[in-house]
């Protein structure tokens, strides 16, 4: 890691201090955690003085907030809304039910760790987390994009195999409309 | 030489007082909101952000034109409007040519919107085209009453006329009724509530902007920027007697800015029919009105 730090441009650094002060979300209500959201946004906690917007559409964000379980139906839809985000672009595991199926454990409908099929940036625990732990996780966020370190979304540009190969354990064989390995080739992400 | 440097640099002021204006939206509504807000320049933030992508997804080569389509046309329409030192383009009949070039973003933005083939864009920027011929029927007759009342087609001519005799000969003074027309019909074309209807993030997920990202939404917001000064500009040309110096621009734009603001932020959306029924309904009947003043 500390090597791509010393490789980074002056230019690289400015962009880095300027990104960092804008975020956009699109938080993917899967469970219950959604309703932690409300108060983080609005006048209590008020994230958008750290710059961090909620967007509607997946290609104008930055970040992907899973909140709560996945089931394997909707794994496959953030899949797909996660392969439409501009890179960079993160992926943050909100709550014990994306670390490890949480109190879904047993189930047999849902999955039980996120970054085997996506690249996680940063996972929040607990059942769950407060608004409190959820700014901090942002703040996290933000200082490793100013030190050049919140590189996990390359990983599914250069480790597209691995992703996809968990991917198709759990659904069998899936179409999805972006040719990532190309993409990768196309826009130079090593 | 002078009109040289002005045609390079006018845009560049204008974008430079137009992302102002858009932080101070965010930072105004985050207040009533009773929050802290973002920082006064986010929207330059958000900028580099968009500008500095690594991805960067195109449709087609007309998804590509519509975003220089939406830059030129504004940029154009621009060069039209006259402000203190820059009147160069505003010869004889220029309200004319704005009437119909301020219509040309729009059009490149229905270009490429359609291209992208998303439902969601393909609705707003149907709504967006029926909001245009909502609220171009004021903006047009207040145009028209006000080039009748003061025998002028020129832009620059009029702001002379206005500047005459103080606040007394001002056009909101002279003619209050196509005044508040207009006021209302800025509010529809700047996209504020309640004549949102286009954008609706919660409806139709930003509409237009759906299948814009990176690159893309980064020229929107450049051109967004240069929109809010150019349609402050017309207004305060045409209703509160253009302006002297740069510092008088300011103030006007802020005033009027600050009073569009406060109607967004206590307001809803209309419904489509509904916003569209009132922009003919009240602001029209009151620019006819204007009018028959005028000629009888």
């Known amino acids: 890691m500390k090597q791509k730090i010393t490789q980074r441009s002056a230019w690289d650094r400015i962009l880095a201090k300027l990104n960092k002060r804008s975020l956009w979300m699109l938080h993917y209500c899967t469970g219950c955690g959604a309703i932690e959201l409300p108060p983080t946004m609005t006048a209590r906690f008020d994230m958008e003085r750290f710059g961090i917007v909620p967007m509607v559409t997946p290609r104008q964000a930055d970040i992907l907030l899973i909140t709560g379980y996945l089931s394997i139906k909707t794994l496959k839809r953030i899949i797909l809304s996660y392969e439409q985000m501009q890179a960079p672009k993160w992926v943050v595991g909100f709550g014990s039910c994306t670390i490890n199926g949480g109190m879904y454990w047993n189930s047999y409908t849902t999955i039980k760790r996120l970054d085997m099929y996506l690249p996680v940036e940063i996972y929040i625990a607990g059942c769950m987390p407060r608004p409190e732990a959820i700014i901090q996780s942002f703040d996290t966020l933000i200082n490793r994009i100013d030190k050049g370190v919140a590189n996990s979304w390359k990983d599914y540009y250069t480790n597209y195999d691995f992703y996809r190969k968990n991917q198709e354990k759990v659904f069998g064989e899936i179409e999805t409309y972006n040719d990532i390995k190309s993409d990768a080739e196309k826009f130079g992400i090593k | ?296």
């Not at chain 2, 864009?121 to 245009?132: E, P, V």
């Open chain 2, 1 to 296: 030489m002078n009109t040289v440097l002005w045609i390079i640099f006018y845009p560049l002021i204008a974008f430079c007082i137009g992302i102002l204006y858009m932080g101070y939206s965010r930072k105004f509504n985050a207040r009533v909101e009773r929050r802290y807000g973002p920082s006064w320049i986010q929207p330059i933030y958000d900028i580099f952000k968009l500008m500095s992508k690594r991805t960067n997804i195109s449709h087609g080569w007309m998804h590509d034109i519509s975003i220089l389509m939406l830059l030129g046309g504004t940029i154009l329409t621009l060069m039209f409007i006259p402000v203190p030192g820059f009147s160069f383009f505003s010869q004889y009949g220029d309200m004319l040519v704005i009437m119909y070039i301020i219509l040309i973003p729009s059009l490149g933005m229905a270009l490429g919107v359609g291209e992208t083939a998303n439902p969601n864009g393909s609705i707003g920027i149907s709504r967006a085209l029926m909001m245009l011929a909502g609220y171009d029927v004021p903006f047009a007759l207040s145009f028209i009453g006000m080039g009748m009342l003061n025998h002028t087609t020129s832009m620059f001519r009029l702001i002379q006329i206005q500047q005459a005799h103080g606040i007394a000969s001002w056009g909101i003074v002279t003619n209050p009724l196509l005044g508040l027309a207009a006021l209302i019909a800025l509010q529809g074309m700047m996209g504020e509530k309640p004549f949102e209807v286009y954008i609706a993030p919660h409806e139709i997920a930003t509409g237009p902007m759906t299948e814009m990202g990176g690159k893309f939404l980064g020229m929107m917001f450049i051109t967004h920027a240069i929109t809010i000064f150019v349609e402050l500009t017309i207004f305060i040309n045409l209703f509160l007697g253009g302006a002297v110096t740069w510092i008088d621009l300011i103030l006007k734009q802020v005033v009027v800015f600050t009073l569009i603001l406060s109607v967004n932020i206590v307001f809803g959306r209309f419904r489509v029919d509904d916003a569209m029924r009132f922009m003919w309904k009240i602001p029209g009947s009151l620019a006819v009105l204007g009018i028959l003043f005028i000629i009888f």
